[in-house]
């Protein structure tokens, strides 16, 4: 008996001198889930999906390696105040005025991107590009254990955020500006889920590696905590709090995303009640999501602002807050908005506009959570329906991130 526990006590100080703790919540991954797929990876018992996804994952993350770090200084379209470090993107549906000769002030073509707010000129692909390949990096490193995929994703976390000749400055005045307007634009703020999204969560992730500093958590919960502050302080800021649509639900799950990663419980408790609140103004009796139909690309947009709504549920979860189940006067739920869009995945007709095709994949976020957090197997049923259909069309490089990080709820 002694000796078993001289062994364990080995075990445990080994463990201690080799790892160090994650000292901050994850934002979007369930660390449960995801190291049962890490072994069933690693005993190759994973499910051919997985196996797929995981062979994706590190050739994607190996092509990153040899990449040049992007950053805001790269861009050529200079903001207001001619600072390179201050964020600057396009309002993508806007195109230049036909009834102008300079074609400004732009105008707006809802649902139709112009490519001139796509390019390099400016920054949002770059910020994009930063927040997924942090991320992919940092799942290889802790799936492999390879210290390469760590140094390479800590190296675009410092150019981005850190390094005082790169970095980008903690704000998104200028995000999603209009040629011709002069005037600050609040949606501009959707353009940070890209990093709150992302970077969070693969800190932790590379919390343990040599390569990850004090140093470097010092800094970047610096420059989180200076966003955050600019998020619920600046008049723009203010003025994102106050959206209807979609933007507000994704203005609510970065506040409550940062809060929770920089242990500000009550601004997360906040947020978590004002967007179960929202229910009752963004749903009609049906379940539907007035302000998302109104869109030209109805079901997309109402997938992606219920999956900004069930990311700010699954916070919720973490400081013991029950979205999920809540109800209003009215029994406007969560539910409710899942149920109006799931019937497209037995090929019920989408009776609303859209410019783009129904894709079912839109619904696996909401699904996959959906099914992890309720009792019954009726969302379990709809998502394993709606991956079979991914599946036969060969779309599965759509939700690889699926099959890494929640597989197991199939």
Known sequence: MIKG????????????FNTKATTNPFIRIDSSSLSKSKVLIENGTASEQTLAAYKKLIQNADKLLTIKNPTVIDKTVLPPTRNKHDYLSLSRYWWPNPETADGLPWVRQDGNTNPETQTDAVDRKRLGFMGTGVWKLSLAYYFTNNEK???KAVSMIETWFLNPETLMNPHLEFAQSVPGNSNKRATGILDGRSIVMYVPDAINLLSKSNYWSENHQTKITAWFTDYLNWL???????KGSKQKNNHVSWYRFQVAALAL??????LVKEMVELAQNSLEEMLNNEGGQTHELARTKSFSYSCFNLQALTN????????????????SENKKSLTLAINYLTPVIEGEKWRHNTLKAIDVSDLVPILSQSAANYKTNEFKNLLSKVVKIIDKNNQNDKIQEFWLLNSIHL
């Open 5 to 16: 526990k001289k062994i364990l006590f080995v075990i445990l100080l080994v463990c201690v």
């Open 149 to 151: 995929y760590a140094q």
């Open 232 to 238: 619920t302080k600046s008049k723009l800021g203010i």
């Open 261 to 266: 990663y920089l242990d500000d419980k009550p």
């Open 312 to 327: 700010i549920a699954e916070i919720g979860n973490r400081i013991g807050m029950h979205m999920w189940y809540y109800k």
